[in-house]
C-alpha cells in the first residue's frame, strides 16, 4: 500500500457529502469570497499549514462538480499549488480530477449578463487547454436499475441538455413531452403527492429520505415548507441561532 494523499472537494455542500471525507472547496482551501472582484488569486492559506501540507504532498485533488465554479477558483488554486510545490507545471504538478457536466448548472454571477456567465466559465480559463477530457457514455443508475420508464426520462434529460427540444419561436419557450412529468394544480397537491399521509409517516425516516422537491428559489422553498408543517401535529417552535467564530483569529476569513 503507497499510503498516498488525495484531497476530495466539491462545488457545493450537498455534492461534497456524496464524496468519502469530501468538503467544499471553498472551506478546504480557502478560496477567496468574491471571486469577481479580485484579479490575481490565490488560496487563504499559509506553506506551514495543516491544509498547506496536504497540498505540497497530496497525489490527486477530486473536484466534483467542478462546471459549478467560477473559473478563478481553479485559478486560484493552481497559483496556489505551483508556489507551494515549487512546481511551475499546471496545479504544480499535481493530478487534478474534474467532474461535471456542462449541461447543468455554470457559474451564477448575480447582476450579470450572459456573457459575464460565459467569461466565468471554466472552458473561458487558461487551465482548459490542458484538460484531457474524458466523456462518460453510460448513465450506470440507469443501466442498473433497468427501468423503460427510467431509462426514458433519462433520454429526455439529455435531449434537453443538447438542445434538441424544438423551441417554438414565437415564445422562445421549450414544449417538453406529455410524459416528462406530472402536472399539479397548486402548492398542496405537491406536497400530497410527494409525501403522501404525512400526518402518519412524518416520523418514518425510511418513508421521508427518498423523497424531495426542488424549487427553484427561496420564496418557493419557503412556501413548500409552510405547507408541510402545517401538517405535522403539535405545537410550532422557533429555536433562534448565534453564530460565532470559535477562533477569533480566523474571524477574518468568514462574514457573519
Known sequence: MQKWIALAVASSGIVSTLLDGGRTAHSAVKLPLNLNLT???????????????????CKIIIWDECTMAHKKSLEALDKTLRDF???????????????????????????????DELNACLKSSYLWRRVEKI??????????????????????????????????PATNETSFPQDFCQMQPNIQAIVDRVFPNLTINYKNSNC?????????????????????????????INYKSI????????????QL
Not at 209 to 232: F, G, H, S
Not at 244 to 251: G, H, K, L, Y
Request: proline share 6%; aromatic share 4%; charged share 20%.
Open 39 to 57: 484579479e490575481t488569486l490565490t488560496c487563504n492559506i499559509g506553506k506551514n499549514s495543516g491544509m498547506g501540507k496536504v497540498l505540497k504532498t
Open 85 to 115: 510545490r515549487g512546481n511551475d507545471q499546471p496545479m504544480g504538478g499535481a493530478l487534478n480530477l474534474l467532474a461535471g457536466d456542462f449541461r447543468r448548472t455554470l457559474p451564477v454571477i448575480p447582476r450579470s449578463t450572459p456573457a
Open 135 to 168: 466523456t462518460l457514455s453510460t448513465n450506470m443508475r440507469v443501466y442498473l436499475q433497468q427501468y423503460s420508464s427510467v431509462q426514458t426520462f433519462s433520454q429526455q434529460l439529455l435531449d434537453i441538455g443538447n438542445g434538441q427540444i424544438p423551441i417554438d
Open 208 to 236: 421521508l429520505y427518498e423523497r424531495a422537491i426542488l424549487a427553484p428559489n427561496n420564496d418557493d422553498v419557503n412556501k413548500l415548507k409552510d405547507q408541510i408543517q402545517l401538517k405535522l401535529p403539535g405545537e410550532e
Open 243 to 254: 453564530d460565532t467564530v470559535m477562533d477569533e483569529e480566523q474571524a477574518v476569513n468568514y
